[in-house]
């Protein structure tokens, strides 16, 4: 089966872009489609993509989704930072047989 | 409101069997893809098990031959029948439809404790 890698955290300012990547170790980030979940301290996690670059009603424009096959990995985009956006972050994927792989999640600090 | 709402977490000793509840309202388990995720103490999340709208399903090598998950249309309900539980399987569990609908419950704590 296949990993996905998250840095462990990121720090930006408020009103900033910040960028936190995910890394497949092997197949192509393109085979399944990627998700990211938002996760504050004590509450349930949430949706913020869904498909790779799909944002469900509710979500901000502020957060946006990609993929790029050159460095097999997908990227979650928040731009205009707000202190509510604080949180862990995940990516989520699927193997072959639809079985869900997390990666190990991403914190971020809004500094 | 659709929700998910999960139940039936607790406190139960190692090799003990314990039943989750997740009710839907306003959305309908049997068209749509319902996942179990659980975080233990401090950890990231991890999946566990899916029931596709076709009745597909399948199993975290962690928990297969040991877990079972199921559905009542009439209840509009996902259950997962947990057995022989172990001390690892402590965790926040969590029902899902986390694509498209972009639904979470709020979990239901099991501990697994002697």
């Known amino acids: 089966n296949f990993m996905l890698t998250q840095p462990h955290s990121v720090s930006e300012s408020p009103g900033k872009t910040v960028t936190i990547s995910c890394t497949r170790s092997?197949?192509?980030?393109?085979?399944?489609?990627v998700q990211w979940y938002q996760q504050r301290p004590g509450s349930a996690p949430i949706t913020v993509i869904y498909?790779?670059?799909?944002?469900p009603s509710g979500v901000p424009d502020r957060f946006s989704g990609s993929i790029d096959s050159s460095s097999n990995s997908a990227f979650l985009t928040i731009s205009g930072l707000k202190t509510e956006d604080e949180a862990d972050y995940y990516c989520?994927?699927?193997?072959?047989?639809?079985?869900?792989?997390f990666g190990g999640g991403t914190k971020l600090t809004v500094l | 409101e659709v929700q998910l709402v999960e139940s039936g977490g607790g406190l139960v000793q190692p090799g003990e069997s314990l039943r989750l509840s997740c009710a839907a309202s306003?959305?309908?388990?049997?068209?749509?893809?319902i996942t179990w995720v659980r975080q233990a103490p401090g950890k990231g999340l991890e999946w566990v098990s899916f029931i596709y709208s076709n009745g597909g399903k399948d199993y975290a090598d962690s928990v297969r031959g040991r877990f079972t998950i199921s559905r009542d249309h009439s209840k509009n309900t996902v259950y997962l029948q947990m057995n022989s539980l172990r001390v690892d399987d402590t965790a926040l569990y969590y029902c899902?439809?986390?694509?498209?609908?972009?639904?979470w419950g709020q979990g239901t704590q099991v501990t697994v404790s002697s």
């Open positions: 092997s197949g192509s980030i393109a085979s399944d489609y």
């Open positions: 899902a439809s986390p694509t498209a609908a972009a639904l």
């Open positions: 306003g959305f309908t388990v049997s068209s749509n893809y």
């Open positions: 498909e790779d670059d799909q944002r």
């Open positions: 989520q994927s699927n193997d072959n047989i639809f079985r869900g792989v």
